[in-house]
């Protein structure tokens, strides 16, 4: 049997309220990946997406998804979240943790970057580091989220031109 995704992807309407699900559904298919291989937590991970052009970050779990992130790995290490089967994360305060986000690195976001003591790439387009707070002891990556999209679809321009779909790169 031979299949073909040609005409499939064009035929996939979003609006602008779900322009995200794409994204958010490849990172989650990706760690369900890792997670079926193993077949264990053998860690935690953390995606906070952020809407595009969305601008005044400001210190504080409010209006800082680092923070927001931050403040969601504290609840998972202190035990108060529960995995998808319901049950407690076993030895979640000792499990490694990687927190992304992804968000346009505006002046501000970059700033709170800066003051988290995370390194800015060579090329520009994301921030990286470890928080060695107990409470956290976490690898942390902020994405620039137009970098994000540039680099998928660098990746993936020949799995585009191998449908014949149309690529904006």
């Known amino acids: 049997m031979k299949s073909t995704l040609r005409g499939h992807l064009k035929n996939v309407v979003l609006s ?14 990706s760690i369900q990946a890792i997670e079926d291989r193993y077949k264990t937590s053998a860690d935690v991970t953390i995606v906070e997406i952020k809407r595009p052009m969305l601008g005044g970050h400001r210190d504080g779990e409010d209006s800082d998804p680092i923070a927001q992130a931050y403040g969601y790995l504290r609840r998972i290490r202190n035990g108060g979240v529960l995995s998808n089967t319901d049950r407690h994360i076993l030895k979640a305060h000792s499990l490694p943790a990687h927190v992304y986000v992804i968000a346009d690195l505006t ?13 800015d790439t060579p090329n520009g387009l994301s921030f990286f580091g470890y928080n060695p707070n107990p409470s956290l002891q976490a690898y942390t990556e902020v994405i620039d989220f137009q970098g ?22």
């Open 16 to 29: 602008k309220a779900n322009g995200l699900l794409p994204l958010f559904e490849a990172v989650v298919n």
């Open 107 to 119: 002046k501000s976001m970059r700033q709170l970057c800066e003051d988290k003591g995370l390194r």
């Open 148 to 169: 994000l999209l540039s680099h998928a679809t660098e990746r993936n321009s020949a799995f585009f031109q191998q449908l014949s779909l149309p690529s904006s790169r």
